[in-house]
């Protein structure tokens, strides 16, 4: 049976994130759920592309999943941490050990903000990186801390996926979906 990841998202929300961990996830063959938590499905990104998602948040908050991952984008983080069953499905989620990741400004602004892996080393994009509790080098753009993975920016999604994948499946399944990409 495929794991299950869920990416929540807002209006706002980075774009290239979302698309880069989504199709590189599920080039492993993982099952991804895109959550919107707006009241549309249709999300309206931060550099004005929309996107579609799978279903709402409500949709899924008694679902199970190996990996919750959070993008980045500002408007959208903001969003993302003003929404009070998604700070408990993550806090939930960190509870019970399973993973939990973000990036860019999500780690700041989401996890950061509602205390979320707090003891866990993280990455953020620079310009957030002095909001974290304990931030890791800045030179790292991937950290793994335990089950709390961050990453920095759209330019390292890619790279932060197939961590992710590392992760949950294998390193040669990291390796199969990195080869045809042309990554690494």
Do not use: W
């Not at 009070?84 to 939990?100: C, R």
């Not at 620079?126 to 753009?141: N, V």
Request: net charge negative; with cysteine; proline share 5%.
């Amino acid at each position: 049976m495929s794991k299950s990841v869920l990416i929540p998202v807002a209006h706002g929300s980075e774009e290239i994130e979302i698309v880069c961990l989504a199709d590189t996830l599920r080039r492993a063959n993982l099952t991804v759920t895109l959550a919107s938590v707006e009241s549309e499905l249709l999300i309206n990104c931060s550099r004005q592309v929309n996107l579609k998602a799978d279903c709402f948040l409500s949709d899924v908050l008694e679902d199970e999943f190996e990996l919750i991952v959070v993008p980045g984008g500002v408007a959208g983080s903001e969003t993302l941490s003003e929404t009070p069953q998604l700070t408990e499905k993550l806090k939930h989620q960190y509870d019970s050990g399973k993973y939990l990741a973000a990036m860019c400004a999500a780690p700041a602004i989401v996890f950061a903000r509602h205390y979320i892996a707090v003891e866990r080393l993280m990455t953020a994009h620079p310009a957030f990186f002095d909001k974290l509790h304990k931030p890791a080098s800045p030179d790292l753009r991937v950290v793994v801390d335990k089950n709390c993975i961050t990453s920095q920016a759209p330019g390292t999604a890619i790279e932060f996926a197939l961590v992710l994948i590392e992760l949950l499946v294998s390193r040669e399944a990291a390796d199969q979906v990195a080869d045809p990409m042309l990554v690494k």
